[in-house]
């Protein structure tokens, strides 16, 4: 995985069909996304449950592109080396998951996997002042996490200026994780993000059987950031 920063979708299975989501990652991908976002939640940390270890290996072999593993689980550590063995090209953590989170990106780097950590919208940039050189991304979440289909936050936008200004010439990834759309994107790439999340947005209208609206929705994303340059 080589480092720069142009724009890059990553659609969240989150909003794929789980009864298909070999087919749905391939048809996603074939229409345009840079990566793929895997959202894993444990109904402790966020009040929501998806899929763990199995599932990711199980979708691994789906994926050409990147296997993006956002944990919304707490704790972490008990399951890096899972989801390192599973396949996951980066590997993201909450900083809010738990009180050792320098242990936590040095465990997720140690298993192989590039280290990201991901911000709650009310957990404040300067929470990074310590931690930068220790992280290949980090996550703004433009929504609390837990669910698709929320109202992004905007209040997220100030603070990947600041996170943007911070990172300077550090190969560190920016990602935006919620409420992704044509309106919402380009006030995010604007701001500095290099990696765009985005699960209703993209797999509206959409099915395996009639993919190209996912080629569309993922165009209609990516052009409403191209009038920025
Ligand atoms: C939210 C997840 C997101 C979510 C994004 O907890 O981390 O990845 O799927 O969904 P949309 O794009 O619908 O806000
Ligand atoms: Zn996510």
């Not at 979708?59 to 592109?65: A, D, G, L, Q, S």
């Not at 905007?154 to 600041?162: D, L, Y």
């Amino acid at each position: 995985m080589s480092f720069d920063r142009s724009l890059k979708i990553a659609p969240s299975i989150l909003s794929a069909d789980f009864a298909n989501f070999g087919q749905e990652i391939e048809a996603v991908e074939a229409q345009g996304a840079d990566w793929i976002h895997v959202d894993v939640m444990d109904g402790h940390f966020v009040p929501n449950l998806t899929f763990g270890p199995p599932l990711c290996k199980a979708i691994r072999r789906h994926i050409k592109t990147v296997m993006d593993v956002h944990l919304m689980i707490a704790p972490v550590e008990p399951y890096i080396e899972a989801f390192a063995d599973a396949g996951a090209d980066v590997l993201t953590a909450h900083l809010e998951a738990g009180p050792h989170i320098h242990r936590t990106l040095q465990a997720i780097r140690g298993a192989g996997c590039k280290a990201g950590l991901a911000l709650n919208p009310g957990t404040p940039v300067e929470a990074l002042d310590y931690l930068l050189d220790m992280v290949d991304l980090v996550c703004v979440m433009t929504v609390n996490p837990g669910f698709g289909g929320q109202k992004f936050i905007h209040s997220q936008i100030a603070k990947v200026e600041k996170l943007r200004a911070m990172i300077g010439d550090r190969p560190v990834h920016i990602e935006i994780d919620g409420g992704i759309t044509p309106e919402t994107a380009p006030l995010m790439r604007a701001a500095g993000a290099d990696v765009l999340v985005a699960g209703s947005a993209v797999f509206k209208g959409g099915s395996v059987q009639d993919p190209a609206p996912y080629g569309q929705n993922i165009r209609a994303i990516r052009t409403s950031c191209d009038t920025l340059v």
